[in-house]
């Protein structure tokens, strides 16, 4: 018994090393690569776009392209890349719109807790700006008092895109 515990002890140990520093507790996690040839430059700032239009049909699990966000960051920040150097953005739009909906709409529309609006709220607290598609929204029904407090509300996920990648943004697309 000794021998496991040890043996869990050393396995656990080694993975949070590898690991590094996380920058979004409780989502995001990521696996140690050891010796990558590629890696992000520490000394760099870096503009990502991510464009999110799934979501899982299981109205209680967590949208995995939004936890992606988090995977980045704390991917990243973990190799050693500050995260005041990382300038990020979120577009929702298509079948996403309903992840960030209000914890209330959500609960109403679906008859369970929105299971995105811990993540959400943790993204905004790392300075991850989400863009809501102001079209997508509203061929839902949705009206602006139903969006979440942490996304704003563009013209389209479109504008947004084009907007963003003009400005040097890279596109990261789940589509």
Do not use: W
Request: with cysteine; hydrophobic share 40%; net charge neutral.
């Amino acid at each position: 018994m000794k021998r496991v515990l040890t043996s869990l002890l050393i396995i656990a140990t080694n993975y949070c090393i590898g690991q590094g520093t996380k920058a979004i507790e409780n989502y995001g996690n990521t696996f140690p690569v050891e010796d990558a040839q590629l890696r992000l430059d520490k000394d760099k700032n870096y503009k990502v776009i991510f464009d999110i239009a799934k979501s899982p049909d299981e109205k209680d699990k967590l949208n995995s392209s939004i936890n992606t966000v988090a995977r980045f960051i704390n991917m990243h920040v973990g190799q050693g890349v500050p995260l005041e150097n990382m300038e990020i953005i979120v577009v929702i739009h298509g079948g996403a719109v309903k992840d960030y909906t209000t914890a209330e709409v959500y609960q109403e529309k679906y008859g369970v807790a929105n299971p995105n609006t811990g993540l959400i709220a943790v993204l905004k607290e790392a300075g991850v700006k989400t863009y809501m598609c102001g079209q997508s929204f509203a061929y839902r029904g949705y009206t602006k008092d139903q969006l979440s407090e942490h996304a704003s509300l563009a013209l389209s996920a479109m504008t947004a895109l084009v907007h963003f990648q003009k400005e040097g943004y890279q596109l990261i697309d789940f589509n």
